[in-house]
């Protein structure tokens, strides 16, 4: 492919005979060869101001947009599988195999991406083809049914290029963005327009709501799921999501802020590999990440990380945010030492953070929530309910409510499954653990319950008899 500034030049090449020599001018020719030979150098001298002109157009046509894309475009992959449906779930019609396609934004070299759980949902085998046409496989790590998304991780020995991450923070309605994805199967397909609108609420089925996106009028097409919405700057400032049916140039992205902080946690040691640190992190604003708690009793505790300190560096990654907290982790030991950095009072310190294995202490959840909530919870078995609602990977089963109780007043009964708090799946009780602390450090009161009852999703918000008393 021919660069910007080279295509189009005349006289770039000395002119030589069939065979392949080299012509030269003999000066026999007289005023015939001068001719010629003037006629030849008119041509060069055309030939470079075309040449340079050619080149000044190039780049008067790399626009931010032009410059946007390329930048992230290699950061961007194409997801394809088969997946089953029909004949589910009491669904009407038979169970058939339908090719599945969305794109997914990369956010560890090491091949971790984030899509649309949507997008893999039901996939048995994921195929992922990267910018350069590379395809390779990829497994589901982890997800979150209620907020759509999901994490997987590519097999690839190879560091991929990781996608430049912006803020939804500071978003303007009317500001240009950029939609990218795998529109209707055409790889990396580029789209344009605004933000159109913030905080919308969208319902596409009855068992899937979402809250708080982007609207934006670039257009997003099947295939587009899991893909980043970027802006001018060419940084990724939403998850693009869905489109709305029957309407014209209405689309929405999940904000990346939001992102981020459900990725975090489906990235989280403690999920993936039962590893704990205890640190909980705010971005920083480009200059690293701010220590909003630390977990009593936690190993990041006993390295002498205080709230307040801000880490820029954690072994060989960069902190912005939770993620890159989880990033640095993922792959150590119970025992490993962790080099952590951070900024205390003005002054750059190093720590050495000791992993250590998650605790499990069921009995001390069972007298928290039983305190906290008026609720007893005991795990059920996955298969017992993705029996009843095949979104679901597990919950936890609700034995006993007592009377007067938080959960009692929100209407929970025994039999109801614990399904999710907040934006977390609550499949094992350190999910319940964890979000009970985050409830605390992060002021989450009401926090928002689904419990399910049958085969349906019920939600509502509870209050702690901690916070009310």
Known sequence: MDRPGTFGRFGSRVPSTPDGRRCTHNRGQGAIG??????????????????????HAAESRRT?????????????VNIHGQKVVGGEDGSEGEARRVNGMGTGVVVDPRGYAVTNFHVVEGVRRIEVTLASGRTASAELVSHDPRTDLAVIKIATDDCLPVATIGTSSDLMIGETVLAL????????????GIV??????????????????????????????GGPLLNINGEVIGINVAVRAGAQGIGFAIPIDRVLDIASRLMSVERLEQTWHGLVVRGGGGGGAVVEAVHRRSPAETAGVLPGDRITRIADVSVAHQLDVERAMIGRKPGDSVAVTVVRAGAEEQLDLPLAELRRDMESLDDRCWAEFGLRLQP????????????????????????????????????????????????????????????????????????????????????SDTVRR
């Open 380 to 463: 059920v078995a996955a298969s017992k309910v993705q029996k009843l609602q095949a979104r679901y990977r597990g919950g936890m089963l609700v034995t006993s409510v007592r009377e007067g109780g938080p959960g009692a007043e929100q209407g929970i009964r025994e039999g109801d499954i614990l399904v999710g708090l907040h934006v977390w799946e609550t499949i094992a009780a350190e999910n319940v653990s964890y979000i009970l602390d985050k409830s605390i450090e992060e002021h989450l009161n009401p926090i928002k319950f689904y419990v399910l009852r049958g085969r349906e999703t019920l939600f509502g918000h509870i209050v």
């Open 34 to 55: 001068m001719r010629l030979t003037r006629a030849w150098l008119f041509l060069l001298g055309v030939g470079a101001a075309l040449g340079a002109a050619s080149g």
């Open 196 to 225: 159109s609108a913030l905080h919308r609420n969208v319902e596409v089925s009855r068992t899937q709501r979402y809250e708080d996106l982007i609207q934006t009028d670039a257009s997003i097409n099947p295939g587009n799921s």
């Open 181 to 192: 994805g795998n529109a209707y199967g055409y790889e990396h397909t580029v789209t344009r």
């Open 64 to 76: 931010a947009i032009v410059m946007a894309i390329e930048s992230q475009r290699d950061s961007v």
